[in-house]
């Protein structure tokens, strides 16, 4: 059992067209149609100058958004920062635009810009990319956020020393429907790394 005790330090939620930081509403959008749109429109609110982004499936848009959106107030980034994420639908839906290439008789080859998003671990490898992180990463499918399991995990990290951070949470996406969670935990923080604070805080800013 491990005795030490860890914190939530920073948290960020991507849901219902809306950004939070922190239980705070940093960005809001009732014009955009679809989910393309919306992710433009934070990349835009960041301010972020990172051309790959343009070229990433919507999932990965909405990982690599909501961790920039955490690691903003963050300096000096650990490069041994741990990526622990997990969601329902793995990369079912460019799973479905893959398989529509394949069917589509004008096409002689699959397109290799939609096959390399078909799986979901590729988040994992856009934020280290950009963040320059060389770490423990796992992405786990589970039919609901396991807020039990990604606090062990994380934990066993930090207190092997694999990891001096964990940036953790949910990011999934099934037919424009979309539900970010990102945590960062770390030695340090106000909020202390229990199962029952990291569900609380995953559930906290919900419609309906």
């Known amino acids: 059992m491990i005795k030490e005790k860890y914190y939530i330090s920073d948290f960020c939620i991507i849901r219902d067209n809306r950004v939070f930081k922190n239980g705070e509403q940093i960005y809001v959008d009732t014009e955009s149609e679809n989910l393309k749109d919306f992710a433009k429109g934070i990349y835009k609110f960041m301010e972020l100058k990172y051309p ?3 070229k990433m ?6 990982g690599f958004l909501a961790s920039e959106v955490l690691l903003k107030d963050v300096e000096n980034l650990r490069e ?3 990526l622990v994420l997990s969601n329902k639908a793995s990369s079912l839906d460019t799973d479905r635009k893959h398989q529509i290439s394949i069917q589509d ?5 699959p397109s290799p810009a939609v096959f390399v998003y078909t799986l979901p671990n590729i988040i994992l490898g856009e934020i280290s990319i950009k963040n320059k992180m060389k770490s423990e990463n796992a992405f786990f ?3 609901t956020f396991d807020a039990g399991f990604i606090t062990k995990y994380s934990k066993v990290l930090m207190h092997t020393g694999k990891a001096s951070n964990v940036i953790c949470g949910w990011v999934d996406l099934d037919n424009d429907k979309y539900d970010v969670f990102l945590a960062f ?3 340090k923080g106000k909020k202390e790394l229990t199962k ?5 805080l995953y559930r906290s800013n919900s419609y309906g």
């Open 52 to 54: 790959k982004f343009h």
């Open 57 to 62: 499936d919507e999932l990965c848009k909405l």
């Open 80 to 82: 041994d920062t741990a």
């Open 105 to 109: 008789k004008n096409n002689f080859y």
């Open 141 to 143: 499918v589970t039919e």
């Open 185 to 187: 935990l770390s030695k």
């Open 196 to 200: 029952e604070e990291l569900n609380k």
